[in-house]
């Protein structure tokens, strides 16, 4: 599975974050209004209670104290619908052992208005703490009762005070889902700022890094690679700059000193097949000097042709060691050609006509415009089509095809043969300097032919998958 990628992930972790503040803030506000309304009506039912308390209490200081121990309910019925509708409070006195006394409303006595044996033994004299039983109704309303002992003017337990309440959430709920409501509004415009903001941080961090991508995917030891130049990158980004930087350093270090490495190797290996190749000559030379000598001392009566078959063997040996110098003075000089635009359609042609006894059939559908030096383009034409009729020598036909093919940025010029082919073992080593399978030449024809396309962004490429058939590849940058 293929992972976002960075600036992906920068922007959907700062949405995230928006979105699990707004998510937090609004949980943490509806906690904060259930716990606050709780609070609210908790505190609003404690001061109904003890209102109530006060004018019962002056009730008992007004009332004879012979009359309250006669009877409870005859000191308090009287004015209980008028403490009630004052204190816009409903309430019920329970004597101790908690049957029903008296109620501001009409109540029959009876069994089920008692107090449960759980609330009676909850409820502790002389404490002054309430007994709070709360309670859910079956259409979701919660209500609250409050219990707590009324004491006479000796400080003895004279009733349970029961004062029920019905938590009135309908403002509270407004005032949240109002609150809400602003908070969405607040948030949704938070959070295209957010997005916009995103978009711009994830961009601006990605810039740096894709920059760097760039850069590493640019970096080629065969090449001089150029340092980073960021404008007032952070400090993370400088440090990954200064590191790519200092790499490049050591890399051009590096490359200077392998390019010395692999140049006297190179030209360790290069001695050393010319000095094979200087030897082949010299040994067929130093035997027709023996063999001079001898018919010399023989005297030989036909010393004119002796003179002249001596004179021409040297001539022919002389002739091989300046085509082995001439091929190496190329091969160290090149490539020296300068670039212009040319049409590659034309120079190709005109190479081509030097083998007009050479089975060569030659396509290009449309002309073709490089930046290329003329004299090297011929050059690995030559090549290619020397390469090309040696391979066909054993070939009854020989069919060599030179196409010319373009699209849209780059120009392939392709050599063909149905020649003998290039077995598989070889096949790795084509390009390499003096390899040759030929036992004439010093095997530079193809390493030149790479050198050259290379210095000028090209490729050379082939496929000599069958074994009657070889496909050379010249790809080179095309201009309008």
């Known amino acids: 599975m293929r992972l976002p990628s960075l600036r992906a992930r920068i922007f959907i972790a700062l949405i995230s974050l928006v ?18 309304s709780n609070t609210y009506h908790d505190q609003r039912l404690e001061r109904k209670e003890n209102q109530l308390k006060k004018r019962l209490k002056y009730l ?6 012979d009359v309250v121990e006669a009877s409870i309910t005859a000191v308090f019925q009287p004015h209980l619908k008028e403490i009630a509708d004052v204190l816009n409070i409903n309430f019920r006195l ?48 919660r209500t609250r009762s409050s219990f707590s002992y009324l004491y ?8 349970i005070v029961n ?3 019905l938590d009135d959430d309908s403002l509270s709920s407004m005032e949240l889902k109002a609150f809400l409501i602003r908070l969405v509004q607040v948030y949704v415009i938070m959070l295209i700022i957010a997005i916009i903001l995103a978009l711009f941080v994830s961009s601006y961090i990605t810039r740096s890094l894709e920059t760097i991508s760039i850069k590493l995917n640019q970096t080629k030891l065969s090449k001089t690679n150029t340092k980073i130049e960021l404008t007032n990158p952070s400090r993370e980004i400088s440090a990954l700059v200064s590191a790519y930087n200092h790499m490049v350093d050591e890399l051009e270090a590096s490359a200077v000193k392998l390019a010395k490495s692999q140049r006297e190797v190179a030209w360790r290996e290069m001695a050393k097949q010319v000095a094979h190749e200087i030897k082949n000559p010299l040994t067929p ?9 001898q018919q010399v001392a023989k005297g030989d009566a036909k010393w004119n042709e002796k003179v002249h078959e001596f004179s021409q063997s040297l001539i022919q040996q002389i002739d091989t060691m300046s085509a082995i110098a001439s091929t190496f003075s190329q091969f160290a000089t090149m490539p020296t050609g300068q670039s212009e635009r040319i049409n590659v359609k034309e120079v190709v042609g005109r190479a081509l006509e030097l083998y007009a006894d050479a089975p060569i059939s030659f396509q290009a559908a449309v002309d073709a415009y490089a930046y290329f030096d003329a004299t090297q ?10 390469n090309a009729i040696q391979a066909c020598e054993e070939v009854k036909q020989p069919q060599i095809r030179v196409t010319i093919t373009r699209d849209k940025k780059s120009i392939l010029l392709a050599v063909v043969d149905n020649g003998k082919g290039i077995p598989k073992t070889l096949q790795d080593h084509i390009f390499e300097p003096t390899f040759t399978t030929k036992t004439s030449g010093m095997g ?5 032919v790479k050198s050259i396309v290379e210095t000028y962004e090209g490729s050379v490429t082939f496929d000599s998958s069958s074994a009657a058939s070889t496909r050379f590849e010249i790809r080179i940058p095309s201009v309008d």
Do not use: K, W
Not at 60 to 65: D, M
């Open 19 to 36: 979105l699990m503040a707004s998510l937090l803030i609004a949980g943490v506000t509806i906690v904060q209004y259930s716990e606050q």
């Open 60 to 65: 008992l200081e007004s009332t004879p104290l």
């Open 94 to 141: 329970y004597s101790l052992s908690g049957a029903l006394l008296c109620s501001p409303t009409s109540i029959d006595v009876t069994s089920s208005h008692t107090l449960s044996p759980y609330i009676l033994e909850r409820l502790q004299p002389n404490t002054g703490e309430r007994l709070i039983d709360v309670s859910t109704t079956d259409d979701g309303v």
């Open 152 to 159: 006479d003017l000796n400080a003895q337990p004279l009733a």
């Open 163 to 165: 004062v029920p309440y």
């Open 285 to 293: 030379m130093r035997l027709s000097i023996q063999h001079f000598e």
């Open 377 to 386: 383009l011929v050059r690995i034409v030559n090549n290619l089509i020397n």
């Open 444 to 448: 530079l024809g193809l390493s030149m």
